[in-house]
């Protein structure tokens, strides 16, 4: 009790990535973050009402943290 511990800071990298055609939000998360369950986060960051409709071309930035 009473012990301070000091962590250290936790940096996000952002990560540029063009949608290309056939791809979907789990499969950008799962080959960028290596985990396909951040797609969700991956759609608000980027504020895309509807996840399930992305367009090629779309520039998406994804923090994977």
Known sequence: VGT???LPAVQY?????TVVK???LWRI????????YLWPKIAAD???KNPRIIEPGW?????CK
């Not at 990298?13 to 990535?17: D, K, L, V």
């Not at 998360?29 to 396909?36: E, F």
């Not at 520039?59 to 923090?63: A, Q, S, Y």
């Open 4 to 6: 301070k511990i000091t």
């Open 13 to 17: 990298q952002e990560i540029s990535h």
């Open 22 to 24: 056939g791809e979907n």
């Open 29 to 36: 998360a799962q080959v960028v973050c290596g985990n396909g």
């Open 46 to 48: 980027n504020q895309i």
């Open 59 to 63: 520039k998406l930035t994804i923090r």
